[in-house]
């Protein structure tokens, strides 16, 4: 069962915000949204994550809608390196999360 | 601090073969999580420990594979007889205990022959 719906893909300009849109319409009250990216060949690596409010820290922004049915992820001023699959998780249970296919960005020069 | 450590990063072995992939958690870590990740079916936990417990193995695929954790530096995934589907990346992963999110390595690349 998907519990998140990501686009399959995405290009963003070098130097610009990159948002990353997610759909998480069946998530419940306690669910937290998680987010992690995968650069080709590494292990996954935690970005952010929220419950209700917007959060922010030195990698990213993570809004989230009033209903908690979709939220997107910003990266403010995207580099080559940024280039990765981005995933967007809702953890089910406290160490249970439920990873989807994820979104390939590519970061264009 | 070296993060989370795993070895071989690569192994290629023949079918029927026993194959033990390795990893070392972030000191402090309670829990340890290991996963398995293919084109077809993405990531996937297979097991995690708390504590050095085995916690929740429902998603080890069949008694070929099997998870062990004798001490709170050291966890292994081994899987006997190797057949040529188990092939993914099989990544091994901590966390403190807390909301935050898991620290991956750098994951195994098994190929079975």
């Known amino acids: 069962d998907a519990k998140t719906t990501q686009p399959p893909s995405m290009d963003c300009a070098e130097g610009r915000a990159a948002n990353l849109p997610c759909n998480h319409s069946?998530?419940?009250?306690?669910?937290?949204v998680y987010w992690y990216r995968q650069i080709h060949s590494q292990g996954p690596q935690y970005i952010i994550h929220g419950l209700k409010n917007n959060e922010t820290n030195e990698m990213a922004s993570l809004i989230i809608t009033e209903d908690r049915k979709s939220s997107t992820l910003i990266l403010p001023h995207a580099t080559l390196r940024d280039t990765a699959v981005y995933y967007c998780i809702v953890r089910v249970d406290y160490y249970q999360l439920i990873w989807g296919a994820g979104t390939k960005l590519i970061i264009k020069p | 601090d070296a993060g989370v450590i795993q070895s071989p990063r690569h192994e290629v072995t023949e079918m029927g073969q026993e194959v033990t992939l390795r990893c070392k958690p972030i000191?402090?870590?309670?829990?340890l999580f290991w996963y398995r990740q293919t084109m077809m079916r993405g990531l996937e936990l297979l097991i995690y420990f708390n504590n050095n417990v085995p916690i929740d193995d429902s998603g080890m695929p069949e008694d070929r594979f099997s998870a062990k954790m004798p001490n709170a530096s050291f966890s292994t995934l081994k899987i006997q007889p190797s057949e040529p589907r188990d092939s993914a990346v099989y990544f091994c992963?901590?966390?403190?205990?807390?909301?935050?999110?898991?620290?991956f390595g750098s994951g195994t690349r098994l190929t079975v022959v």
């Open positions: 000191s402090g870590h309670d829990y």
């Open positions: 992963a901590s966390n403190p205990g807390t909301d935050y999110g898991y620290t």
């Open positions: 069946t998530i419940s009250g306690n669910e937290y």
